[in-house]
């Protein structure tokens, strides 16, 4: 079994920024892929960003320019940068691992941007 579980959530004010960190523990023999999905109020969950074991790295088209994601293999941690937020990227973000084991999921984190 994996764990994940995220911090750095919080209150921005819009044009800000906060940094989400997800750790990785458990049963782990290979993380290939880590990344951030986020659910608003009323809406489906959606990718925000992931990226591969091997360095690859995709974002939805809304964060493009905005969020940065990346890792740190030897910590088995994963990153969501994000700047220049805006009140719509409101929304509970989870972190997601996929290993040939299977595919798992942080508890969420709050992220509000309101003025």
């Known amino acids: 079994q994996v764990q994940l579980v995220e911090s750095g959530g919080g209150l921005v004010r819009p044009g800000g920024s906060l940094r989400l960190s997800c750790a990785a523990s458990g049963t782990i023999f290979q993380l290939n892929v880590m990344g951030w999905y986020r659910q608003a109020p009323g809406k489906e969950r959606e990718l925000v960003a992931h990226?591969?074991?091997?360095?690859?790295?995709n974002y939805a088209d809304s964060v493009k320019g905005r969020f940065t994601v990346s890792r740190d293999n030897a910590k088995n941690t994963v990153y969501l940068q994000m700047n220049s937020l805006k009140p719509e990227d409101t929304a509970i973000y989870y972190c997601?691992?996929?290993?040939?084991?299977?595919?798992?999921w942080g508890q969420g984190t709050q992220v509000t941007v309101s003025s």
């Open positions: 990226a591969t074991l091997g360095g690859s790295t």
């Open positions: 997601n691992a996929i290993t040939f084991q299977g595919n798992y």
